[in-house]
């Protein structure tokens, strides 16, 4: 038991003493640090003057933000299906428009999809009263084309609308060109473009971009947000108003063969005004045949257009309502470094440096490493 107490003692007075060893090491190194510190206030003035330079000559981040709400009728089977029986009189199938689509948060990642952020930067807007396309702008904010002067494939490469087709937006397809978009979609996804919902408990969705090019920023939130909510709509409403062209055309067709039946027994009647009384089989039994023929057309017609109207009041009920709330106006909101923010981050992160660099110099020099 002896035996024992004395070694816990060695180690107690053995774990003390690595203790003071320890602070009397750092006071070391302390003493040694205040004896750099001419070196290392001197780092820190000139990395005040470089966070000074950096704040004076770096361009301010522009944010332009659209905030709108997204009110999407959840469609039931109720209303819809007391109508397939009567649809099916003419093939059409009354379901939903595709109301699983983009349930929940879906929608946001609408907005950082290639094809919307490309058909976005091949909108033609109008900067100053000249017409150019957004990713021409993009290019000119961010002097690509200055990158690019030794490749000269580059320097001429062109999103002229010389290239659109009745209007489409979108170009015929060239590996150079669709490249170039690939890579400027992910730097917009990367560094500029911010899609988010504020409160997870509303339906408010918030787009920001945020850029050193103010009209660039606007100009781009508005196309997006408008491409993006058109897209949504027209999704969600695709079948429906597919079955309402369906419809239409058979009601049309329905009406014609109606009303071409009824001339046909006016047409009978008086292709024959001096009939033989014995020879009545002439004129009763073309027309009564048309009558007939325009009789059940026309209760065809009847169930038809009852369908064509209530598939249009599923349209209205199905489609998404999205209310815009705020859009960017000008002047855009403006983020910048201030000169003393960037004097005293430079004067402290090279003070730091400096130290660091004394530091391990001295380590090396002493263990001869």
Known sequence: ???????????????????????????????????????????????????????????????????????????????????????????????????????????????????????????????????????????????????????????????????????????????????????IVIELNKYYLSVTKPDKKLSAIQVDVSVQDEFFAKAFNNELVKNVNEFYINTKTKKTLKNIKILQHKTDSVRAVMNGEIFTAVAVADATPNLNPTRQVQRVAPAQRAQFSAETNKAILAEMVKNLEMTKMSLLKETPLIQVIDQPIFPLEKTKISRLKGAVVGFVLLMMFASMYLVTMRILKRYKL
């Open 1 to 183: 038991m002896n035996q024992e107490n004395i070694n816990n003692n060695v180690s107690s007075d053995s774990d003390e003493i690595t203790l003071k060893e320890l602070i009397l090491d750092i006071q070391e190194w302390w003493k040694y640090l205040l004896s750099k510190w001419l070196t290392i206030m001197i780092c820190g003035i000139i990395g005040g003057g470089l966070g000074l330079t950096y704040a004076h000559f770096k361009k301010p981040v522009y944010t332009a933000t659209t905030t709108f709400v997204l009110e999407d009728e959840k469609s039931g089977g109720g209303g819809l299906g007391s109508l397939a029986g009567l649809a099916s009189i003419a093939g059409v199938e009354l379901g939903g428009s595709g109301g699983g689509i983009f349930q929940g948060d879906n929608i946001l990642g609408l907005y950082k999809s290639r094809t919307m952020l490309q058909k976005t930067l091949l909108t033609q807007v109008e900067f100053n009263g000249k017409k150019e396309l957004l990713v021409d702008r993009y290019i000119d904010a961010n002097r690509l084309r200055e990158k690019w002067v030794d490749k000269t494939e580059l320097v001429n490469l062109k999103f002229n609308a010389d290239s659109l087709k009745d209007g489409e937006q979108f170009f015929k397809p060239n590996r150079l060109r669709d490249s170039i978009l690939g890579v």
